[in-house]
């Protein structure tokens, strides 16, 4: 383990929000331990290095887990260290076929399918051709999918519309990045998600830290305020029925 990650742990396990990244990591993991059993089926879209994939396999060592990553040596490097989980080297959208793809490669994971705005100074590009894929065209029926994380730098509304039949089956808790420098690039107005999320799926969207807290779910309006805001871009979708 780096020393960058175990920097990172320790100040996790001490709840030393020092970035908003920081928070939400360990939030995310929170809401993890709190939601899966060893029996849960999880979904990583944007894999990158598996952090959020070793937490699946260690919470819930019975289930069946799928990975998505594009990047080639991260698909072979995830493929290397997780040989028990289905790992795939597509990116997710609602069409299959090829695309472009923008790697960063002084920063890894500012990479996706469009460009977009990047906090790194003098982002250094390769376009890379990559093949995408539908979720539910890749999933078989008889698996029950808990949990689904989806990272992908902006292309989310997409990789939700394409796991439409999925979402709708199971109903899974999905946790995803949403928000202004990303989601905007891809034309997608935040009143899109929600009532795609909330009227053809079934499921409400909250803060992390207001599901971790049994807080109310997000309005309208106060989901369309926290991306034109840029208060929050990480979120839960959850079904409160369950």
Same mark, same amino acid.
């Given at each position: 383990?780096?020393l960058?990650r175990v920097?990172?742990?320790?100040?996790?396990f001490l709840?030393l929000d020092?970035t908003?990244?920081?928070?939400?990591?360990?939030l995310?993991k $929170?809401?993890?331990?709190?939601?899966?059993t060893p029996s849960s089926?999880c979904i990583d879209v944007?894999?990158?290095k598996g952090?959020?994939?070793?937490?699946?396999?260690?919470?819930?060592?019975?289930?069946?887990?799928?990975?998505?990553e594009?990047?080639?040596?991260?698909?072979l490097?995830?493929?290397?260290?997780?040989p028990?989980v289905?790992?795939f080297? $597509?990116?997710?959208?609602?069409?299959?076929?090829?695309s472009?793809f923008q790697y960063?490669k002084?920063?890894?994971a500012y990479s996706g399918?469009?460009?977009?705005?990047y906090?790194?100074e003098?982002p250094?590009i390769?376009?890379l051709?990559?093949e995408?894929k539908?979720?539910?065209?890749?999933?078989p029926?008889v698996?029950?999918?808990?949990v689904i994380?989806?990272?992908?730098?902006?292309g989310?509304f997409d990789?939700?519309k394409?796991?439409?039949k999925?979402?709708?089956?199971?109903?899974p808790?999905?946790?995803?990045?949403?928000g202004?420098?990303?989601?905007?690039?891809?034309g997608t107005?935040?009143e899109?998600?929600l009532?795609?999320?909330?009227?053809?799926i079934g499921l409400?969207?909250y803060?992390?830290?207001d599901?971790v807290?049994k807080g109310q779910?997000?309005?309208?309006?106060?989901?369309i305020?926290?991306?034109e805001?840029?208060?929050? $871009?990480y979120?839960v979708?959850?079904n409160?029925?369950?």
């Amino acid at each position: 383990m780096s020393l960058k990650r175990v920097v990172r742990e320790i100040l996790m396990f001490l709840n030393l929000d020092v970035t908003k990244n920081l928070e939400y990591d360990r939030l995310t993991k $929170y809401i993890f331990k709190e939601l899966l059993t060893p029996s849960s089926n999880c979904i990583d879209v944007g894999c990158h290095k598996g952090e959020i994939l070793d937490c699946f396999i260690r919470l819930a060592p019975k289930g069946k887990h799928f990975a998505f990553e594009p990047i080639p040596h991260l698909y072979l490097e995830l493929k290397e260290k997780f040989p028990e989980v289905a790992v795939f080297p $597509y990116a997710l959208g609602n069409e299959e076929g090829e695309s472009s793809f923008q790697y960063v490669k002084n920063a890894p994971a500012y990479s996706g399918i469009k460009r977009r705005k990047y906090d790194v100074e003098n982002p250094e590009i390769e376009e890379l051709k990559i093949e995408v894929k539908r979720l539910d065209d890749l999933i078989p029926d008889v698996i029950k999918i808990d949990v689904i994380k989806i990272d992908v730098e902006g292309g989310e509304f997409d990789v939700l519309k394409g796991a439409k039949k999925t979402l709708q089956k199971n109903l899974p808790t999905v946790i995803f990045e949403f928000g202004k420098g990303a989601g905007d690039y891809y034309g997608t107005k935040p009143e899109e998600i929600l009532d795609f999320l909330t009227k053809e799926i079934g499921l409400d969207i909250y803060t992390l830290k207001d599901f971790v807290k049994k807080g109310q779910k997000l309005s309208k309006e106060s989901f369309i305020s926290c991306f034109e805001d840029e208060k929050e $871009y990480y979120f839960v979708a959850h079904n409160s029925s369950r």
